[in-house]
Nanobody, 114 residues
Framework: QLQFVESGGGLVQPGGFLRLSCVASGRDFEIYDARWWRQVPGNEREWIASINSGGTTDYADSVKGRFTASRDNDKKNIYLQMNNLKPEDTTVYYC????????WGPGTQVSVSS
């Protein structure tokens, strides 16, 4: 199993940037894919980015060109660099690893407002 704890959220102005982090606990982090999600209260969780074990990434259209996922296997971390943030990016962000994460982490709140 891999469990994650998210961090790095905050309040930024439109057009600003943040870098989110997820630190994993568990074994063999380096062999697993990882994903970023976000969820507005009352809505379904929305997939926004994936990074596979080799570092190949994929993004939802809503964040493509603005967000960049990366990973550091030595530190058991995945990252989400978020540039040109928009008010509609305001929500709680989560990460997981498909098939091996059984419980969602606490999430990290991102707020984009002037």
């Amino acid at each position: 199993q891999l469990q994650f704890v998210e961090s790095g959220g905050g309040l930024v102005q439109p057009g600003g940037f943040l870098r989110l982090s997820c630190v994993a606990s568990g074994r063999d982090f380096e062999i697993y894919d990882a994903r970023w999600w976000r969820q507005v209260p009352g809505n379904e969780r929305e997939w926004i980015a994936s990074i596979n074990s080799g570092g190949t990434t994929d993004y939802a259209d809503s964040v493509k060109g603005r967000f960049t996922a990366s990973r550091d296997n030595d530190k058991k971390n995945i990252y989400l660099q978020m540039n040109n943030l928009k008010p509609e990016d305001t929500t709680v962000y989560y990460c997981d690893s498909p098939g091996v994460t059984t419980t969602w982490g606490p999430g990290t709140q991102v707020s984009v407002s002037s």
